[in-house]
């Protein structure tokens, strides 16, 4: 065999396995891309909700349940408060003497013990300003107060912190498929805290996750109906961390938007 007819040969051969390589790498995203409904392939519908399939695998349901168990929150309402204005982000000045002389000295104390309770979890800083006047307090967020805040205190929703459940799926008891608000698989489960939540370092915070919720170590049931949510690779939500996710999601025909889920982490009561 010739020297050139060996190159050529063996570049050919080069090239099969490269190409061969090629398709098995493509693979899975074509498999991905054909899962994907023809609206949302097409850019008829930027969003779209489908029933769970039947042959969905355990794995992916508990891994869905868990997202959702863990990122469950507990809210604590801010009290009223009388505020200057801020030009700083983050920032709060609170006018407790204010607050004491048109309120009285007992709503500014009970709202001032409030807000030391979220210093206390580590969601605010506190700050003494006399320079300001007397009896004012600067409020600064930490990065746990930015995460979990919600709302605002100058209108709107009110503020709250709403901080993580931090639970744990143990199992998944059953599986039953139909037409539920939220989806077309309701999914019952048990769930515990193997710990308090990182965020809970005050015993009134323990005291309201233990009745809320359970004790550390105490097992619960659960429920939660799952759907299959589609969206536009450039149109998906911040958080969602795959096409195709399996969400709670209790959808308003009327309103064409989702309005929340059905996770219960309680019992429901009699």
């Keep these: 065999m010739s020297l050139a007819k060996a190159v050529a040969r063996l570049t050919g051969a080069a090239l099969a396995v490269v190409v061969a390589g090629c398709a098995i790498a493509d693979a899975p995203s074509v498999a991905e891309f054909q899962r994907v409904p023809r609206e949302i392939r097409t850019g008829a519908a930027d969003m779209m909700i489908e029933p769970v399939e039947p042959t969905v695998s355990r794995e992916e349901v508990v891994a869905a349940v868990q997202t959702l168990v863990q990122r469950e929150s507990l809210c604590f309402s801010w009290p009223g408060l009388w505020l200057d204005a801020s030009d700083r982000r ?71 912190f709403c901080a993580p459940s931090q639970r744990r799926v143990v199992e998944v008891t059953e599986l039953e498929w139909g037409e539920f608000p939220c989806g077309s698989l309701r999914v019952r489960f048990n769930h515990v805290s193997d710990d308090w939540p990182t965020w809970a370092r005050t015993e009134s915070a323990r005291t309201r996750i ?33 096409n195709g996710e399996l969400r709670s999601l209790c959808y308003d025909s009327d309103r064409q938007r989702v309005m929340g889920d059905d996770l219960e982490l309680r019992p429901l009561q009699p």
């Design 90 to 160: 983050n920032f709060y000045f609170v006018r407790y003497d204010l607050m004491a002389r048109d309120w009285g000295q007992d709503i500014a104390d009970r709202n001032r013990a409030r807000m030391q309770e979220f210093v206390d979890l580590g969601f605010l800083i506190a700050r003494e300003r006399p320079d300001i006047a007397p009896g004012v307090v600067e409020y600064t967020l930490t990065s746990e107060g930015v995460a979990y805040l919600r709302g605002s205190p100058y209108g709107g929703e009110r503020p709250s």
């Design 210 to 242: 233990a009745a809320e919720w359970a004790p550390v170590g105490v097992t619960l049931p659960g429920s939660v109906s799952l759907s299959r949510q589609w969206y536009r690779r450039d149109s998906m939500p911040e958080g969602m961390e795959q």
